[in-house]
């Protein structure tokens, strides 16, 4: 493991200048981390759908609930993902611990 190059599990704002540059960093993120960004992400846009219905944006809230049940299946994609790459990532895991909302996302999922 000591040549290999580890899974980043942060974002490095400091290299940071547009957005563009952020959604890279983003999707380079090691998956369970990658996961527990974008479940934060449907958390954050569920939230924006129902204030928006509470203020009667009805339309907006909907297409925020839509965009959101897609971003969901995307997040159980990536977490397929995740479990075919976890028996390799054992080192990286003592290294920095796995994400515990995105095990508890598998973990869910075998329910």
């Known amino acids: 493991m ?3 190059k580890l899974h980043p599990v ?6 940071i200048k547009t957005n563009y540059q952020l959604g890279v960093q983003v999707a380079e993120l090691r998956y369970d981390q990658l996961c527990e960004f ?3 992400f449907a958390d954050s846009t569920r939230k924006q ?3 928006d219905r509470v203020k009667g944006r009805i339309m907006l809230s ?13 997040i159980l994609k990536f977490s397929e ?3 075919l790459c976890d028996k390799h990532l054992t080192d990286e895991y003592n ?9 508890e996302l598998i ?4 329910k």
């Not at 909907?62 to 995307?74: G, Q, R, Y």
């Open 2 to 4: 000591e040549n290999e």
């Open 10 to 15: 942060k974002i490095d704002s400091q290299n």
């Open 38 to 40: 974008l479940i934060g």
């Open 49 to 51: 759908a129902d204030g």
């Open 62 to 74: 909907d297409k925020l609930n839509e965009s959101t049940d897609i971003l969901e299946k995307v």
């Open 81 to 83: 993902i995740m479990e």
């Open 95 to 103: 290294l920095h611990p796995k994400s515990f909302l995105a095990d």
């Open 107 to 110: 973990i869910s999922k075998r």
